[in-house]
């Protein structure tokens, strides 16, 4: 399906809390769930709201985040966009078959401040009304959009307040991959709950990890049903490779690929990156940052090399370092992941362009 989210809000109207069953906000959800059924696209149109502007993508992006919730199997009731006097403010609550309730509160920066005592305000008022029967079966989940590694004052308040049993974080990014590896493998609904209950309130490490392990068997998986000829390579031969650069508790992804790939010009790469015995010189690599796209590309001028460099961060993990000689960055200006892009990439030639997508920047992609 090719259809953006701005040709969406033409056709469903201004998302409000306007009650009733046909008014834009329902119609919305009720397009949501009669023609979203898969990860990949509805990562697409979160992403879009990233770059979008206005009260109407906000709107659309806390009912895409509640939606992702369904994938995980939750029974999600949305929330207001708006507070009001009469009602409980929450953004989502997302109702496990456990027993476990997950309040939700989407935030789409950590640049303003964000008082816990809102959060824990909306779970007692659930408590008080017998919504939630109590504490012991409830959590507070922030949802954040874009992650800012200088601020870290919502988790140092929760670890403070000793709130850590009863709030989380987690990065919309992270979410999405959640959903993904539920959707592609043997993962059920309480592997999710125990992934979502971890003794520190920052989740992404966790999913970290499964990401790189599910992205390693996708790209093993992959390889082994499209075997490369065997024939010698030429030595003008190029390919071109999409590399994932994410973000730590000191750099965006952004400033990782400006600071190093822009400034430096080099990179490095893991001891089980996939393809990496493979990269050569003349190759050509993309650098893709999450939630965002494709901001930049190089020209490798040597191929990986077992280098300690002490501009890399954790080195140890990092131990290949590659150097280029042409580099072109646009990060203000990336090119985006869609499905009309994905669909045109030989990757994709026996998968749909909707489908789970984020191992796409662990491959080889011409």
């Given at each position: 399906?090719?259809?953006?989210l701005t040709q969406i809000f033409n056709l ?78 929450y953004d989502g609550l997302w109702v496990s ?66 709130r850590t049993n009863q709030l989380r974080i ?197």
């Amino acid at each position: 399906m090719s259809i953006t989210l701005t040709q969406i809000f033409n056709l469903v109207g201004r998302l409000d809390d306007t009650p009733g069953d046909d008014v834009p906000r329902e119609r919305f959800r009720r397009f949501l769930k009669e023609n979203i059924t898969e990860v990949g696209k509805l990562r697409d149109f979160i992403e879009e709201c990233f770059r979008g502007k206005g009260e109407q993508y906000n709107r659309a992006l806390q009912d895409l985040i509640n939606y992702l919730g369904t994938f995980l199997g939750f029974d999600v009731k949305y929330g207001r966009y708006q507070g009001s006097v009469n009602e409980i403010g929450y953004d989502g609550l997302w109702v496990s078959s456990s027993g476990l309730t997950i309040v939700i509160e989407v935030k789409t920066t950590e640049a303003y401040s964000i008082k816990t005592s809102t959060l824990i305000g909306y779970v007692d008022k659930l408590i008080s009304e017998k919504i939630i029967s109590g504490w012991d079966n409830a959590l507070g989940l922030y949802v954040i959009g874009k992650p800012d590694p200088d601020l870290q004052q919502l988790e140092n308040s929760i670890v403070a307040e000793k709130r850590t049993n009863q709030l989380r974080i987690l990065s919309v990014n992270s979410l999405l991959i959640l959903a993904e590896i539920m959707n592609e493998y043997e993962v059920r609904h309480n592997d999710i709950l125990t992934v979502l209950k971890p003794h520190r309130p920052k989740i992404d490490p966790l999913i970290d990890l499964l990401s790189r392990v599910v992205g390693q068997k996708e790209v093993a998986e992959l390889e082994e049903a499209k075997p490369e000829p065997k024939v010698e390579a030429k030595k003008d031969d190029v390919n071109y490779w999409l590399a994932p650069v994410k973000a730590d508790d000191e750099w965006t992804a952004e400033e990782f690929v400006h600071n190093l790939v822009g400034k430096d010009k080099i990179f490095a790469f893991g001891e089980r990156t996939p393809g990496r015995k493979h990269m050569k010189s003349g190759d050509w690599i993309c650098f893709y940052a999450a939630a965002n796209g494709i901001v930049a590309h190089a020209r490798l001028k040597t191929p990986p090399e077992r280098k300690h460099d002490k501009r890399v961060k954790e080195p140890e993990n990092y131990p290949w370092l590659v150097t280029f000689d042409e580099v072109k960055l646009y990060i203000d200006n990336p090119v985006v992941i869609d499905s009309g892009l994905r669909s045109k990439l030989d990757a994709f030639s026996d998968k749909k362009p909707d489908t789970p997508w984020a191992w796409l920047c662990r491959v080889r992609i011409n």
